[in-house]
């Protein structure tokens, strides 16, 4: 028994220093023919820690919805997210969503930032943007 929690507590040990993220954040919904957005936020400290200020979007010269993101640091510390940006038609579908993987950001603190995504397609009428918490860079 004593072999067994061992083992559990290394393995844990070795998950947490290779690097690992927290899944739960703040997601926030841009429905580009609205104009309205949502907020989403699913882990209380990212949420104390941080706040999207402003959302902005409009159209690229080839036609196709780009929207802007600014997140504000709530919080003297640096910190070490992680963003993606998806984008749905109106049915709801994701589209190509394998090739929008997560990008790293590091927010100085109370400073603010902001992050852009452009559609893949005319077809996108929603984005989402997703914000986690980034641990392996502490």
């Known amino acids: 028994m004593k072999k067994l929690n061992m083992f559990l507590a290394l393995a844990l ?4 220093f290779a690097g690992c ?3 739960a954040g703040t997601s926030v919904v841009m429905n580009h023919d609205t ?3 949502v907020i989403y936020e699913g882990n209380t400290r990212l949420h104390n820690a ?3 200020t402003a959302v902005t979007y409009d159209k690229v ?5 780009r929207v802007n993101f600014q997140l504000t640091s709530l919080v003297q510390r640096t910190q070490h997210l992680q963003y993606r940006i998806a984008w ?11 090739s929008r993987p997560y ?3 590091s927010l100085q603190g109370l400073d603010s930032v902001t992050v852009t995504g452009v559609a893949n ?9 997703r914000v986690r918490e980034w641990l392996a860079a502490r």
């Open 13 to 16: 040990a070795g998950m947490v």
């Open 21 to 23: 993220h927290t899944t």
């Open 35 to 37: 104009g309205g957005s």
């Open 50 to 52: 941080l706040a999207v």
């Open 61 to 65: 010269p080839a036609g196709l919805n």
């Open 88 to 98: 749905f038609n109106a049915e709801g579908m994701e589209i190509d969503g394998d």
């Open 103 to 105: 990008r790293s950001l």
């Open 121 to 129: 397609s005319p077809a996108a009428v929603t984005s989402r943007l």
